[in-house]
């Protein structure tokens, strides 16, 4: 079965700094990987995926992720975060039946 | 283009009582659709998922149960809650052939006294 560990619950970070949050996953055949993001009350808004080709996706709101198959990492990055940038960020990835397992999220919070 | 909805988008409910929680999805047709559960503080977990009309897969047994009357119309329901059934709710829909995105609809907070 498939399992998606993102080893850390809380980041804090200084706006206008740079951003990576850690997505590590266990599957045994070609993954499909998400990045979703969650404001407070609200749903999950897609940021990227990851299906095949190029291992570095670009996604909204200006991230990006970089799939690594020898690491079975699939870190998010942003270069500068913005106060806005503020939520909970999910890694995802896809199993039979295009059942979504969840990693438990990582919550971001952004220093003025 | 396609979008989801939940309602109520909030709920309070006394231990005991029913539940109905409704997702509709526009704009696409032959959806998947789940409903998933976030507990406080912790992730998402897939509570039901469905193929088509009247067709329902549950992954966690528990007091819940869903239900796919119409195509884009999936319900969530309880016949009798429990506080442990507290929680965000949400529905989700992706297209029906094979690996496709889920898209989230905006969730339901539902509160067990």
């Known amino acids: 079965a498939q399992s998606v560990t993102q080893p850390d619950i809380h980041i804090t970070v200084s706006e206008g700094a740079s951003l990576e949050l850690r997505c590590n996953y266990s599957?045994?055949?070609?993954?499909?990987l998400f990045w979703y993001v969650q404001s407070p009350g609200q749903g999950l808004q897609l940021l990227l995926k990851?299906?095949?080709?190029?291992?570095l996706v670009q996604g909204i709101k200006g991230f990006e992720a970089e799939f690594k198959r020898s690491q079975s990492s699939f870190n998010l990055r942003k270069p500068s975060v913005h106060w806005s940038d503020a939520a909970e960020y999910f890694c995802?990835?896809?199993?039979?039946?295009?059942?979504?397992?969840f990693g438990g999220g990582t919550r971001l919070m952004v220093k003025p | 283009s396609q979008t989801i909805h939940q309602w109520p988008a909030t709920l309070v409910q006394p231990v005991g009582s029913p539940l109905s929680l409704e997702c509709t999805v526009e704009?696409?047709?032959?959806?998947?659709l789940y409903w998933y559960r976030q507990a406080a503080g912790r992730g998402l977990q897939l509570l039901f998922y469905?193929?088509?009309?009247?067709?329902i897969s549950s992954e966690v047994p528990q007091n819940l149960s869903a239900s796919r009357p119409q195509d884009r119309q999936f319900i969530l329901s309880s016949k009798k809650l429990l506080l442990s059934d507290s929680g965000f709710y949400l529905c989700?829909?992706?297209?029906?052939?094979?690996?496709?995105?889920?898209?989230f609809g905006p969730g339901t907070r539902l509160l067990v006294l």
């Open positions: 989700a829909w992706s297209g029906y052939r094979g690996q496709e995105t889920q898209y």
């Open positions: 599957y045994g055949a070609t993954p499909y």
């Open positions: 990851y299906f095949s080709g190029d291992t």
């Open positions: 995802a990835v896809a199993g039979a039946g295009n059942m979504l397992t």
């Open positions: 704009g696409t047709s032959n959806p998947n």
């Open positions: 469905s193929i088509g009309i009247d067709q």
